[in-house]
Nanobody, 123 residues
């Protein structure tokens, strides 16, 4: 079992920045990818960005490319999402995930979720 704890959400104005963090603990051996997903009210959770545990491979949703940066500190078991140039449409609950799959197949393999952190961008 892997435990994930997110932090860093909050309220920000359009064009502002926020940094989300996700700390992983438990049986993290065999975790090959970590990522961020977001969920709008009444909608399914959608992919935002993912990074391999080594940090060598990254992938982003088109909607956040050039604005969000994912990174990690494998030694600490912590992942980050630097969000810049935030827009009102980025308002959502953001979830950290860890997976035994690749950065492209995270939810197809055994995976875990954090409790989520809310990001609100005001216009």
């Amino acid at each position: 079992q892997v435990q994930l704890v997110e932090s860093g959400g909050g309220l920000v104005q359009t064009g502002g920045s926020l940094r989300l963090s996700c700390a992983a603990s438990g049986h993290t051996e065999g975790v090959y990818a970590m990522g961020w997903f977001r969920q709008y009210p009444g909608k399914e959770r959608e992919f935002v960005a993912a990074i391999s545990w080594s940090g060598a491979m990254l992938t982003y949703a088109d909607s956040v490319k050039g604005r969000f940066t994912i990174s990690n500190d494998a030694f600490k078991g912590t992942m980050y999402l630097e969000m810049n140039f935030l827009k009102p449409e980025d308002t959502a609950d953001y979830y950290c995930s860890a997976s035994r799959g690749t950065i492209w197949t995270m939810t197809d393999s055994e995976h875990w979720w954090g409790q989520g952190t809310r990001v609100t961008v005001t216009s």
